[in-house]
């Protein structure tokens, strides 16, 4: 049953529809976590470890409980009594090992601002004074900080059980790699640094514990992406059972996948609620957030590839080294990142040989795990730095390059090397948009004349591939309490609106837009009338929450289903009302319409019927307004999106400064659902990923102290230095879904390092210069320079 | 210590202790949520709010330090209308994702517009180059900023 | 982090202030002024300090505000920056004041944040003290055994560290009228819009040039061998070589002393040129 065109309701697929859930937000009508207070509520405080790595030999309580407005004080044997601990392996993930981690520390701490104590107080200024009144006998361990030395051969490790501090190590070799490098044409091989980042969202982690021992339920006012995960996680290690959990997620002031993770410090408070009998709010201040947020992107990669002749590439190499925290982080585990990686190298092209190591290595360090485009930041930059230095090697210009190796958009379906299975991509048609709307040429020939000015100017380009929409062998198979699928319920009610509950979730993003834009457009009902319910397990299907760009793709599915089963059900009523075979009545403007296209019958008024005049109904009819589907992705373990970006910069040669001048993207993120939301989707993640490229690191001293744990220090992207960012779209629907739909949150994020990286690269060309590592600090700049200049760079 | 200050047009009298940061005061005392809390260092612009007519950071701010003072939050500047063509240029541009940054991003861009500050893009940039936000990458901001400022100006943006 | 408990007391007058601070002080803990807080309250924050009590001055009318007196410009020391910005007087008499207003920071910082305030914290970083060095500022202190003025250049000694004594209130600064040939410059160099200086340098040229650097070493420092160059008619280039004579650059963890000398030498050079005090 397909709508015409002229059919289409106000916000209906496709429609650029403004958020109607945003309005409150603009008038401080926002219902974070911290804007919601309970009756007798306490807050919590806690005493973080100052050191990368110590003993503990003993934390004297008493003057902190005896302290203003203290309620209780406990430590980490204290809390170690009500948690089980969380291990984050997956099992599918061969090797992966890790340790058992407590809430909060005992016995020895692991990483500097690991939690070693909780203080409750009426207030965060107590419960903060309270902490200064701890005294905590630590005896400082030697930290291992540095992942080559946290894998060599006699290094101390981390936790003497496991042996050593090797997390995860993979391999990959298809092909004759060794063959192609020695036959190649040309060969460019690089060493590349990336930094360590944290998530910065603007609204710290923040959670309020609610139980009520009258019912003996826990409930848990979340900002985060994954309620329903949560809800497993609390069940298992607080020893509940499920349905004694309801996790409520509203507002979230940001996450990116900094929200989707078991924090200790929040497990410690959902017991503080349980044996206080008093709700306990906890909002990390930002120094804590820098300290204990989960990290991301610590990698450093040796990296090669060659061409033969006619410029196509022959064999990649790579080996990845990656330093996380002491523990792989539950239940999502630290392996996922470094994995993509791996995986991701070369997507957008066809290579015949590839050899990948991947070692993922125990620090001393805080915690690592998933954080917004998880690996691929990583994985595009390489391949594309690589292409970059490979067309400068050969003569060749590095569009023309790339044209002459990415996946023909009619080889599809294609699986890598590396086991990815896609379809449905569009390489060729996106890197010839993307050169006409940049003006490829024109840049060009400005970029010559600049130069001849003694101006540097660069371009640089950026091809790749997105995973989105996991299916249940991402998480799932390995163990993990993760939905793949996810649900929607759509009803029509008596004042003939729709209601919408979905398990799918919003930080701000859009998906309750979305998806009641794909109800509307079924249901031809405007997306006004459509009241969507998320973020509640109490009320939400079960399902996955949002991560890895699945809501539009994934709850999108869902909801197009159940609005079609709906429609159907509301079609059935109405033939049996009419007299008419349903096949011959269609959904118009809020009516049943028939083949004509006269409208027969409001939707209130056959709801009404139904729900309060059943006795009109013949006897056999037993309606439903209201219909449920689930969906997950089964035909493979993900569906892939695809674009192509490209930045232009000016770099002043004597300063190291770097000016963004502008970015392009065009994207394939299959059927678009709102073109205004996903344009700034991609918007945020380009500025995120310049943030990667210029200006973001976790700097942390020998010792495994973090050095810059202040928004004054760690530089985020701010207004003044952003370009503006041009966009473009190319369609092409997945044929998984009815819906077509691929995911589209992350895109942005994947690729503007590589393009950055590759423009600040094309810029320094003429000088000789070369930079491999992020973030392209001005000190990097003038030093890559000075290095040519010496002669000392290749 | 006692403070008495007039918040959105009404009086408040209240008990305060003097470590307490005007921000908190508004949410916590007041509960007027609608101001955010982001760093409580002064550097990413959350906790906007206007006193005696300009905008400073309300966590670099004694509550005792408004004493007598007259402080206007994104409630009040809603409720009156002041800033309504810029909530409307931002929700039709969305110019807002999670809306963590909204209140102060709003109140900040009403300053521009109330100084005179034209549709010009890089002085928009400027203007709000201390106010974070992690989910727009800020273009949609600075369109609606630019939006309402020509249109302010009386000219075509 | 949410401050640390202390007490607070307001003052209406620059010898109430200071009366009350030496009261105050005997405390364990001591005690502050507050002025607009915007250096003081973050360095709370960070529980860095943790005084036992505030004395707030904002209360003091007298000392905020920008006047003529006797042929030299009187600023209050609790003139905001947001006021420097724009006022009339310091736009005719001290421009290269409201320039570099207009790189503090952020608007809603400069609406509270003072040049007193600034000129007090001494951030090696900070523009106001430099700017008042380059200017010959004489500034002016009150304290408990009554009032003294000291000259801006050699009023500071270090990281956060001035000649003004813990208990005596700086009540105005005190700038010679640019006359009608007095030249200036102004460059700065930050990663970021309103972050604190990677390198910069404020320069006055009334009698003889002064060229004051910020963000560079442990304060405000005049560069001698630049203004040397600068007087004798040497090219922007030739200054900026010899520039950084016997001063020592910084180090952080994001830049070594090398590159922010470097990037120094080019913020001094393209100052000078674009202020056309040199070729």
Not at chain 1, 589 to 611: N, P
Not at chain 1, 620 to 649: C, I, K, W
Request: proline share 5%.
């Amino acid at each position: 049953m397909t709508l015409g065109r002229f059919d289409r309701p106000a916000g209906g697929i496709g429609a650029a529809l403004a958020r109607p859930n945003a309005r409150r937000l603009l008038v401080g009508r926002g219902r974070f976590v911290d804007d919601r207070t309970l009756p007798r509520m306490v807050h919590a405080a806690f005493l973080r470890s100052p050191y990368a790595h110590a003993r503990i030999r003993g934390i004297d309580l008493a003057a902190a409980r005896a302290a203003a407005g203290v309620v209780a004080v406990w430590d980490g044997v204290e809390i170690a009594a009500e948690v089980a601990p969380f291990v984050g392996v997956l099992t599918h993930l061969a090797g992966m090992r890790s340790a058992p981690q407590p809430a909060l520390a005992h016995g020895t701490t692991h990483w500097q601002g690991e939690p070693l104590a909780i203080v409750l107080a009426r207030s965060r200024a107590e419960a903060e004074d309270a902490v200064a009144l701890i005294e905590a006998d630590l005896d400082p361990l030697d930290p291992v900080t540095d992942p080559e030395a946290a894998l060599a051969p006699g290094a101390a490790a981390i936790h003497p059980a496991l042996g050593s501090n090797l997390c995860l190590e993979r391999r990959i070799e298809v092909g004759d790699v060794d063959g192609a490098f020695a036959t190649a044409a040309a060969v460019a091989e690089r060493h590349f640094d990336f930094a360590r980042h944290t998530g910065v969202t603007l609204e710290p982690r923040s959670c309020l514990y609610d139980w009520d021992a009258g019912d003996g339920r826990l409930t848990l006012h979340y900002s985060g992406q994954v309620p329903h995960m949560m809800q497993a996680v609390l069940a298992r290690h607080l020893g509940l059972n499920e349905e004694q959990v309801r996790v409520i997620s509203e507002d979230v002031g940001g996450s990116f996948g900094i929200k989707i993770h078991t924090y200790g410090d929040e497990i410690a408070c959902a017991v503080a609620a349980r044996r206080l009998g008093r709700p306990v709010k906890f909002v990390a201040d930002r120094f804590e957030s820098f300290a204990s947020d989960i990290h991301a992107r610590d990698h450093t990669l040796r990296a090669r590839a060659a061409v033969d002749a006619d410029g196509r590439l022959t064999a990649v190499e790579i080996d990845d080294l990656t330093g996380i925290g002491p523990y792989s982080v539950y239940p999502r585990s630290s392996g996922i990142e470094g994995n993509q990686v791996v995986n991701l190298i070369g997507a957008p092209y066809d290579l015949p040989a590839y050899r990948a190591r991947l070692r993922i290595a125990f620090l001393n360090k805080a915690p690592m795990c998933q954080y917004r485009a998880v690996g691929h930041p990583v994985a595009m930059a390489v391949m594309e730095a690589l292409i970059d230095d490979l067309a400068a090697r050969t003569g060749r210009d590095p569009a023309v390059l790339r044209a002459l190796n990415i996946r023909r958009d009619d080889s599809y379906p294609a699986t890598s090397l590396q086991g990815l299975r896609f379809a449905d991509l569009s390489h060729e048609r996106c890197l010839a948009e993307l050169r006409r709307l940049m003006g490829y040429d024109r840049l060009r020939a400005e970029q010559a004349e600049a130069r001849a000015r003694g101006v540097l100017r660069g371009v640089g380009l950026a091809m790749m591939v997105e995973i989105t929409n996991p299916s249940p062998m991402f998480y799932g198979v390995g163990g993990a309490p993760i939905a793949a699928q996810d649900g929607a319920t759509v009803r029509l009610n008596p004042g003939g609106d729709i209601h919408l509950a979905a398990s799918v979730t919003e930080q701000g993003q859009g998906t309750d837009t979305v998806l009641a834009q794909i109800a509307a457009e079924v249901l031809s009902v405007p997306a006004g009338r459509i009241a969507v319910s998320t973020g509640d397990t109490m009320t939400a299907p079960h399902g996955g929450g949002t991560w890895a760009s699945r809501g539009a793709g994934i709850g999108g599915e869902a909801v197009l289903q159940a609005a079609r089963a709906l429609a159907g059900q509301i079609l059935d009523v109405a033939g049996t009302i009419l007299q008419t075979p349903p096949e011959r009545l269609a959904l118009r403007d809020g009516h049943v319409a028939d083949a004509t296209g006269a409208a027969r019958l409001s939707l209130q008024d056959l709801a009404r019927m139904v729900y309060y005049r059943g006795n009109e109904l013949p006897p056999g009819l037993a309606p439903e307004l209201v219909a449920t589907r689930h969906y997950r992705v089964t035909d493979q373990p993900f569906v892939y999106s695809n674009g192509a970006m490209a930045a232009h910069v000016e770099v002043d040669a004597e300063t190291g400064f770097i000016r963004l001048l502008d970015v392009w993207v065009v994207e394939d993120v299959g059927t678009i659902l709102n073109p205004l939301l996903v344009d700034e989707q991609i918007r945020g993640g380009v500025v995120q990923g310049i943030g990667a490229a210029l200006y973001e690191e976790c700097l942390y001293d020998e010792a495994g102290q973090l050095l810059n744990a202040s928004l004054a220090d760690y530089l985020v992207p701010m207004a003044a230095e952003m370009p503006d960012i041009h966009i473009a779209h190319v369609v092409t629907p997945t044929r998984s879904s009815a819906l077509g739909a691929k995911g589209a949150g992350e895109a942005g994020t994947a690729g503007a390092p590589a393009a950055v990286l590759n423009a600040v690269n094309d810029a320094l060309r003429p000088l000789g210069a070369h930079l491999a590592q992020m973030p392209m600090t001005p000190a990097r700049v003038l030093r890559a320079i000075a290095a040519a200049r010496d002669g000392a760079g290749a | 210590m006692r403070v008495s200050l007039i918040v959105n047009g009404e009086a408040v009298t209240a008990d305060v202790e003097p470590r307490q940061h005007l921000a908190d005061f508004l949410r916590q005392t007041l509960g007027l949520t609608g101001t955010h809390v982001g760093c409580e260092h002064g550097v990413c612009g959350a906790c906007t709010v206007r006193l005696n007519g300009v905008i400073v950071r309300a966590c670099l701010t004694l509550a005792v330090q408004a004493e007598g003072a007259r402080v206007e939050t994104i409630e009040g500047v809603s409720a009156t209308g002041e800033i309504a063509a810029l909530q409307e240029a931002f929700h039709r541009r969305n110019a807002l994702q999670c809306g963590f940054c909204t209140p102060g991003m709003l109140l900040t861009a009403a300053e521009w517009i109330a100084l005179g500050g034209g549709p010009d893009r890089a002085a928009i940039r400027d203007w709000l180059s201390g106010n974070y936000c992690r989910c727009t990458g800020y273009q949609a901001i600075v369109d609606a900023v630019a939006e309402v400022a020509g249109t302010a100006r009386g000219g075509a943006p | 982090m949410k401050f640390a408990p202390f007490s607070y007391l307001r003052a209406t007058d620059a010898a109430e202030a200071v009366r009350l601070f030496a009261e105050a002080r005997e405390a364990a803990g001591g005690a502050r002024f507050i002025a607009g807080g915007q250096s003081l309250l973050p360095a709370l924050a960070f529980r860095l300090d943790q005084p036992a009590t505030l004395i707030d001055i904002g209360p003091i009318a007298s000392l905020r505000g920008v006047t003529l007196d006797g042929g030299r410009l009187r600023i209050g020391a609790l003139t905001t920056h947001a006021m420097i910005e724009r006022d009339p007087l310091i736009a005719r008499h001290a421009p290269i004041l409201a320039h570099a207003a207009t790189f503090v920071a952020h608007a809603a910082i400069r609406n509270r944040g003072t040049i007193g305030g600034s000129i007090c914290n001494a951030d090696p970083a900070a523009e106001m003290p430099a700017v008042a060095v380059a200017l010959g500022a004489r500034l002016h202190l009150l304290g408990p055994k009554g009032a003294r003025v000291v000259e801006a250049d050699g009023f500071f000694r270090g990281y956060y560290e001035t000649l003004r004594a813990e208990d005596e209130l700086l009540t105005h600064i005190e700038v010679p009228i640019a006359a009608p040939a007095a030249r200036w410059a102004f460059g700065e160099l930050a990663r970021r819009r309103g972050d604190y200086a990677l390198a910069g340098v404020a320069v006055c040229w009334a009698a003889a040039p002064r060229i004051v650097w910020f963000g560079v070493g442990d304060g405000p420092r005049r560069d001698g061998a630049a203004e040397a160059a600068l007087a004798t008619g040497a090219t922007a280039a030739e200054i900026a070589h010899v520039a950084l004579a016997g001063i020592e650059v910084a180090s952080d963890h994001a830049t070594d002393a090398a590159t922010r000398a470097q990037i120094a030498r080019v913020v001094l050079r393209r100052a000078l040129v674009q202020a056309g005090l040199a070729a």
